[in-house]
């Protein structure tokens, strides 16, 4: 529009108006430096979550018990790794790169969910991850397809719908154990009272203690309060848990007619923050498991890029499937050393 | 259509199963992003090549999972613990290259396995872009992963000799395989600055008995881990 007065052409006025329009803030457009560390820190988190994620579940790879739940595992994994480079991707678009994301990952200065910091114990807990940590990762996920900032919210909506489908197959894994044997049934059940009450932390503190909430609400880029998604979650697993024939771990659980929802039992707030302090079971193995697989590789990284740079316009380590398929008609490298 | 011959569908389908859960055990300490979903990938797809060639000999969980050792007919070279990256990708181009030419030759002919083959020469295809491209970045990229790189490709040489032994009930041109398979990799390390090995690769003390049963140590001890869990609960369903 040529007629909006000078005063609505201010960066920040085109920022506010297009939030309240409930338009996308797009990585051209002007944003305040606050709203893109928030942007930053949140999509990290995320992204750090992701792949610290693979491990409890890379676990169980090797050991899978059939040839088809490997193949499951494996894909989810791979999905994992591919929600992974979606994100940093996502963090690019705001000027800060995967390098400096990971460094501040292995460092301890960023973190990732704490839920990755308990242990996979048994086959089940495959199963249970997948039905309660990707429900929970789920229910958060959701309205941040409706996210303020434009590539987070469109590489959540892929990473949901994967998500969707990892959810069902941990259920489903779940339900075959439940129908199984005494011992397989058995296995299910402890997994369940095992991850249930970590997978609800995974909202985050009540609203009256979150940090960030209310400037992140404000900004569109969160859309639901931490302890709405935590009463939804509840209210969706109860009658799952009810059809795989398997019990919440939580006695105040019921159904309260009044409010329309499950009442449930109080959450030990004091081992939520023990984890995120670094005391949770897995804390340092996973961290200390990413960072060997980062120093471990950097031959590989260095090898890559040292290519690249030898022959102009290769890509090192990135967009294999686009890469030329022709040879290079080099002869001889220069350099065969060592 | 043609009855398979279970001996050899054994064979493809262990060499197939053995390489991907080899694979699988990379997933979380690929030295970078991309490569965790690279892996993955070939992992996946020869997940699938096995479940298809084991299906034709049997019940797919029973041969993967209550054989024992001695009963795997797999070669040697896909039984290799995965090493530093280096190693992973020697074994890959090694076995690859193979793939892609036997699996070439059965796709255009028409005994029972042409239908297989002609899908997974696609899927292979791309793994062996893959192992090739990185090894030209390892043979071509800094003296330390040029010499990563030849000791990988220099310590599994000694089990690529067994790839041209004929697998009964594999009607393949197999001396026409080998030399297929020797002008590709003679062709790719010296594009790479690397140097063919020259080391023996037949008789006793080199490798090449596992398509009759004869592993090395690292696969018993691989095999715990695989078939551990399906042991432990007999006649269970997953």
Not at chain 1, 188 to 193: F, G
Not at chain 2, 83 to 100: E, V
Request: glycine share 8%; proline share 5%; hydrophobic share 40%.
């Amino acid at each position: 529009m040529t007629t909006t007065v000078p005063d609505a052409q201010a960066p920040e006025a085109v920022f506010d108006a297009a939030l309240a329009a409930d338009e996308r803030i797009e990585p051209r457009d002007w944003m305040p430096d606050a709203y893109r560390a928030t942007l930053v820190r949140q999509i990290a988190q995320h992204a750090h979550s992701e792949i610290i994620g693979m491990q409890p579940e890379a676990n169980w790879i090797t050991r899978a018990p059939s040839l088809r739940r490997k193949a499951i595992l494996m894909a989810k994994v791979q999905d994992e790794a591919g929600h992974g480079l979606y994100l940093y991707s996502a963090a690019e678009t705001l000027g800060t790169g995967r390098e400096e994301l990971l460094d501040k990952l292995h460092s301890g200065r960023q973190r990732y969910s704490s839920i990755f910091n308990y242990p996979t114990l048994t086959w089940a807990d495959v199963g249970a991850i997948g039905w309660l940590v990707d429900g929970a990762a789920i229910t958060n996920q959701v309205p941040l397809c409706r996210c303020s900032y434009g590539p987070y919210a469109r590489a959540m909506i892929r990473i949901c719908k994967e998500e969707s489908f990892h959810q069902r197959q941990g259920y489903e894994l779940l339900l075959a154990l439940s129908r199984g044997t005494e011992a397989q049934h058995a296995m299910a059940q402890d997994a369940v009272n095992r991850w249930w009450w970590p997978s609800l932390m995974m909202f985050g503190p009540p609203d009256d203690a979150s940090a960030h909430s209310a400037q992140s609400m404000a900004w569109k880029i969160k859309r639901h309060s931490n302890d709405e998604l935590r009463q939804r979650f509840v209210d969706i697993c109860v009658p799952q848990a009810e059809s795989l024939g398997l019990t919440l771990p939580d006695p105040d659980l019921r159904w309260n007619e009044q409010r329309g929802h499950h009442d449930f039992g109080a959450i030990d707030w004091d081992e939520f923050h023990e984890v995120l302090r670094g005391n949770g079971p897995c804390n340092e193995q996973r961290i200390e498991r990413r960072r060997r697989a980062h120093e471990e590789g950097a031959w590989v990284r260095e090898a890559a890029a040292a290519y690249a740079a030898k022959h102009d316009g290769h890509h090192g380590t990135h967009d294999k499937h686009a890469e030329h398929t022709e040879h290079d008609n080099h002869g001889k490298p220069e350099e065969a050393a060592a | 259509m043609n009855r398979v011959p279970v001996p050899a569908a054994l064979a493809l389908g262990d060499d197939a199963l053995v390489l991907s859960h080899r694979l699988g055990e990379w997933a979380g300490n690929a030295p970078v992003l991309e490569e965790e979903v690279a892996l993955a990938n070939i992992a996946l797809d020869l997940l699938g090549q096995a479940r298809a060639l084991l299906s034709l000999a049997g019940d797919e969980d029973e041969l993967a999972f209550l054989r024992e050792e001695r009963a795997f007919r797999n070669v040697q070279l896909v039984e290799q613990p995965n090493g530093d990256f280096a190693h992973t990708i020697a074994r890959q181009l090694y076995f690859s290259a193979y793939q892609q030419l036997l699996y070439g030759q059965l796709a255009s002919g028409e005994g029972p396995f042409a239908p297989l083959a002609a899908k997974a020469v696609k899927e292979v295809a791309y793994h062996l872009d893959h192992a090739e491209h990185w090894t030209l970045r390892l043979g071509d990229g800094t003296p330390e992963s040029h010499a990563r790189m030849q000791r990988a490709l220099d310590a599994l040489w000694r089990y690529t000799g067994e790839l041209f032994e004929p697998v009964e009930g594999v009607s393949a041109d197999w001396p026409a395989l080998q030399d297929g398979w020797s002008a590709y990799v003679t062709d790719v390390l010296r594009r790479a600055g690397l140097t063919l090995p020259e080391g023996p690769r037949e008789g006793a003390w080199t490798a090449g008995a596992g398509r009759q049963g004869i592993h090395t140590e690292p696969f018993g001890r691989m095999l715990a881990e695989m078939q551990h869990l399906h042991r432990s609960h007999p006649g269970a369903s997953w």
